[in-house]
């Protein structure tokens, strides 16, 4: 009997993009949960396989000519993943270029601005000496991901899925979409986005892929008090470890 996937998760978007996969594929897996907000992250073992320190990571016991491989990076876990099972990754050359000029969108365009703008949004300090870097900060971010919000709406239009048919591309750009109004963009003005989101969202594989985020694996960077302190200092206040 082959083992499950080994997926070192925490609930954040670049998590959900794996878990999906792997429910979609029907690949069986089990949850190491890293919680970020502690520094686990940062914990030998788990650096042995994921050197940017940095979750998802996987370690699939049946890898390429029967031997156990670890991949980190979400990306390159969808593709790996993808290659494995045949699934989800076009079919014949022109698709899977299609499939991956998406996937790499959302890994260098939405991913990166997006997790910005959030962060000046919801975690810069309110207290600092020049508050116009912060909102600048904010506005420049929502900005920008509200233009990539305009550019896979346009994608969308007239279609149900991002590259067609639904593939990686879909699954990897969902978790980084957030189309209410109160997200501090104006979700009304992306009615194709907005329609994809909800489409992918009733996807039975996507529901108990979020479901497996649940109770013991939280995360804990909003908390209030000192525990919230703690993680957010962890998580922003990284710099290169020797």
Not at 58 to 82: M, N, R, T
Not at 198 to 207: F, I, Q, S, T
Not at 211 to 232: I, L
């Given at each position: 009997?082959t083992?499950?996937?080994?997926?070192y998760?925490?609930?954040?978007?670049?998590?959900?993009?794996v878990?999906?996969a792997l429910?979609?594929?029907?690949?069986?897996?089990?949850?190491a949960?890293v919680?970020?907000g502690?520094?686990?992250?940062?914990?030998?073992?788990?650096?042995?396989i994921?050197?940017?320190?940095?979750?998802?990571?996987?370690?699939?016991?049946?890898g390429?000519?029967?031997?156990?491989?670890s991949v980190f990076?979400?990306?390159?876990?969808l593709?790996?993943?993808?290659?494995?099972t045949?699934?989800?990754?076009?079919?014949?050359?022109r698709?899977?270029?299609?499939?991956?000029?998406?996937?790499?969108?959302q890994?260098?365009?939405?991913?990166?601005?997006?997790?910005?703008?959030?962060?000046?949004r919801?975690y810069?300090?309110?207290?600092?000496?020049d508050?116009?870097?912060?909102a600048?900060?904010a506005?420049?971010y929502?900005?920008?991901?509200e233009?990539?919000?305009?550019?896979?709406d346009k994608q969308?239009?007239?279609?149900?899925?991002?590259?067609g048919?639904?593939s990686?591309?879909?699954?990897?750009i969902w978790?980084?979409?957030?189309?209410?109004?109160n997200?501090?963009?104006?979700?009304?003005?992306?009615?194709?986005?907005?329609?994809?989101?909800?489409?992918?969202?009733?996807?039975?594989?996507?529901?108990?892929a979020?479901?497996?985020?649940?109770?013991?694996?939280?995360?804990?960077?909003?908390?209030?008090?000192?525990?919230?302190?703690?993680?957010?200092a962890?998580?922003?206040?990284?710099r290169?470890?020797?």
């Amino acid at each position: 009997m082959t083992q499950p996937i080994k997926v070192y998760y925490w609930p954040t978007p670049n998590g959900h993009k794996v878990t999906i996969a792997l429910e979609e594929m029907g690949l069986a897996y089990e949850i190491a949960p890293v919680n970020i907000g502690r520094g686990e992250q940062f914990e030998p073992d788990f650096l042995a396989i994921s050197p940017n320190n940095r979750m998802p990571a996987i370690v699939d016991p049946d890898g390429p000519g029967g031997e156990a491989i670890s991949v980190f990076e979400s990306g390159a876990i969808l593709q790996y993943l993808g290659r494995k099972t045949g699934l989800f990754y076009g079919k014949g050359e022109r698709a899977r270029v299609k499939v991956e000029e998406w996937m790499y969108w959302q890994m260098g365009g939405l991913g990166p601005m997006a997790g910005q703008r959030n962060h000046f949004r919801n975690y810069a300090p309110t207290i600092v000496a020049d508050q116009r870097q912060v909102a600048y900060g904010a506005i420049r971010y929502t900005n920008e991901v509200e233009r990539l919000y305009g550019v896979l709406d346009k994608q969308l239009q007239g279609q149900d899925f991002v590259a067609g048919d639904y593939s990686l591309a879909d699954m990897i750009i969902w978790p980084w979409v957030n189309p209410r109004s109160n997200s501090g963009l104006v979700a009304e003005e992306f009615p194709n986005l907005q329609a994809w989101h909800a489409r992918v969202g009733e996807r039975p594989a996507v529901k108990k892929a979020l479901e497996a985020a649940g109770p013991a694996v939280r995360s804990s960077v909003q908390a209030s008090g000192p525990e919230g302190d703690k993680a957010r200092a962890t998580l922003f206040g990284q710099r290169a470890r020797r």
